[in-house]
């Protein structure tokens, strides 16, 4: 049996992952009524291999270092219109490398784009019609891409509505703090627990996101 791809992180969506999530317990439900109805934002126009490079360009850094190695990095090329595979792979690597990126990063970078052209990295459409567990397994093989990136890909991309990225520290301390413990779940806890939240763990992670650590 093909596996259920749920992608749905529309307005009517998040009125009813809100309902849901607000039903569990009191904590949840005052958590949701004081942040409010879900204003995640994605990009589902963007390729996988782009999505990828930009977010191994942010990988470690404050948001506006990597705002400023991708604004260098786009202008390499006519418009400041982010390259296809063949073209980043066309570039001198002393000019990207110039850019900021790590010699790690640019190998990584490179080596998406490499991999898009082999067809290991999908093409959007193809990504869309891939279940989340064979797009993580799939995509973890790239050099530099774990599974905290396909599952921000995921998420931002693809839109896809039940992803729960159990090793993300914000999502743990989040839950921490939403109960009140001392002591953050580790990443099998978080799975364990968010097992219940199905099939609206994407908007559960945005609403812990928006309980820090203390």
Do not use: N
């Not at 990009?43 to 990988?59: G, K, N, S, W």
Request: net charge positive.
């Amino acid at each position: 049996m093909k596996a259920q791809i749920a992608a749905d992180l529309s307005p009517p969506a998040y009125r009813q992952a809100a309902s849901f999530l607000a039903g569990l317990d009191a904590d949840w439900a005052r958590h949701v009524a004081t942040i409010g109805l879900c204003c995640l934002e994605t990009r589902p126009a963007r390729e996988p291999h782009e999505a990828l490079v930009r977010a191994i360009a942010y990988q470690q850094l404050h948001a506006k270092a990597g705002d400023a190695i991708l604004q260098r990095f786009l202008a390499l090329y006519p418009g400041g219109v982010f390259p296809a595979p063949e073209q980043l792979l066309a570039t001198d690597p002393a000019l990207q490398r110039a850019c900021g990126f790590s010699a790690a990063k640019l190998a990584a970078i490179r080596g998406i784009a490499q991999a898009s052209l082999d067809g290991l990295v999908p093409s959007l459409s193809e990504a869309r019609a891939l279940p989340d567990a064979q797009l993580i397994e799939r995509l973890v093989r790239l050099r530099g891409v774990g599974r905290w990136t396909v599952e921000m890909f995921l998420i931002y991309s693809l839109a896809r509505s039940d992803i729960l990225p159990a090793d993300d520290f914000g999502v743990r301390a989040g839950y921490g703090r939403l109960k009140g413990w001392e002591k953050i779940p580790t990443p099998g806890q978080m799975r364990a627990i968010g097992a219940a939240w199905q099939p609206f763990r994407t908007v559960a992670a945005w609403y812990l996101w928006r309980l820090p650590a203390r």
